[in-house]
């Protein structure tokens, strides 16, 4: 059975460290399964008419958190979506009720990629303060095992392009997904 109708509906959600592709992957991962795309940033942006620099500065990353928990909630109503969440999604329990209503893939992308895609980076509030290596190890120790809660890693070299990073998520899914029945043993005779 194609891979669309073996998920059903049930959404897909990104999650990993900035730079780690969740906004560029899921558009080309939406396209290719014929599901809409959103993005949680996008989405906050959009509503507060300011950027989420300007968000942090202005209400702080306490308000930042509000926001992204109240669109999370309002997407996971829906079905056939890729969502690039934001990074620091996974540091709330509550946001894990919403993420479990669909597969949670965790993009796995070594630090030192992230640094050369991020190193002229000017508007991720959380990098701006420390030297970005020490910075990005930082965020990564906090948050690597509620990256590994994700019901799949996809570990992401730095070749791979988005295309790539799609068929390799494209060929683990099914690892996850329920036996189809032309895949289940057949059944011995009582
Ligand atoms: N597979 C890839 N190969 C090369 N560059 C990439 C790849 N994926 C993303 N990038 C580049 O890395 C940068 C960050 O990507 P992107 O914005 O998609 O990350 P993100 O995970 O959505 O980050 P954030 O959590 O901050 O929203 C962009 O400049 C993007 O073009
Ligand atoms: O990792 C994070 O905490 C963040 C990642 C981005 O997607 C944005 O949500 C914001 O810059 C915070
Ligand atoms: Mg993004």
Request: some cysteine; hydrophobic content about 40%.
């Amino acid at each position: 059975m194609e891979l669309r109708n073996r998920l059903g509906g049930v959404n897909i959600y990104l999650v990993g460290m900035m730079g780690s592709g969740k906004t560029t992957t899921g558009k080309v991962l939406a396209k290719r399964l014929g599901y809409g795309f959103v993005d949680t940033d996008a989405v906050i942006t959009q509503v507060r008419q300011q950027s989420i620099r300007e968000i942090f500065a202005r209400e702080g990353e306490a308000y930042f958190r509000q926001l992204e928990q109240q669109v999370l909630a309002e997407v996971s109503s829906y079905h056939h979506l890729v969502v690039a969440t934001g990074g620091g999604i996974v540091l709330s329990s509550l946001n894990w009720s919403y993420l479990r209503h669909g597969i949670v893939v965790w993009l796995h992308v070594p630090i030192a990629v992230l640094c050369e895609r991020l190193a002229a980076d000017a508007e991720r509030p959380l990098l701006q303060e420390q030297p970005l290596e020490e910075r990005l190890n930082q965020i990564m120790a906090d948050r690597h095992a509620l990256y590994a809660q994700a019901d799949l890693e996809v570990v992401i070299r730095q070749t791979d392009t988005p295309a790539k990073v799609c068929d390799r998520l494209w060929e683990a899914l099914p690892s996850i997904l329920k036996p189809i029945a032309s895949d289940a043993p057949p059944k011995e005779p009582c």
